[in-house]
Nanobody, 116 residues
Framework: QVRLVESGGGLVQPGGSLRLSCAASGFPFPNYPMNWYRQAPGKERELVATITSTGGNTNYADSVKGRFTISRDNAKSIVYLQMNSLKPEDTAVYYC?????????RGQGTQVTVSV
């Protein structure tokens, strides 16, 4: 059974940093690209960052480029999202996601709130 468990969210002031983690199990993690999405209240889900199976290539939404970094540890089956220079508009629930055989699986999400 595929399982993704996010952690690391919280309340942070503008300009602060957080590192999100997503622990994966139930599938051969090193074989699959991974994604981080976010969804804010009243807004559509946004693809924030993607990373290839080896970690050799990454892509970012324009809104986070230069501030967020996606990485992975294939030995531990964990994907990370390092978030720096956080802004109030980064407030959202953040999810990791994997697509296997045309089916998307995501975790329960972790809340990130950026506020004074």
């Amino acid at each position: 059974q595929v399982r993704l468990v996010e952690s690391g969210g919280g309340l942070v002031q503008p300009g602060g940093s957080l590192r999100l983690s997503c622990a994966a199990s139930g599938f051969p993690f090193p074989n699959y690209p991974m994604n981080w999405y976010r969804q804010a209240p009243g807004k559509e889900r946004e693809l924030v960052a993607t990373i290839t199976s080896t970690g050799g290539n990454t892509n970012y939404a324009d809104s986070v480029k230069g501030r967020f970094t996606i990485s992975r540890d294939n030995a531990k089956s964990i994907v990370y999202l390092q978030m720096n220079s956080l802004k109030p508009e980064d407030t959202a629930v953040y999810y990791c996601q994997v697509r296997r055989y045309g089916t998307d699986t995501r975790g329960q999400g972790t809340q990130v709130t950026v506020s004074v």
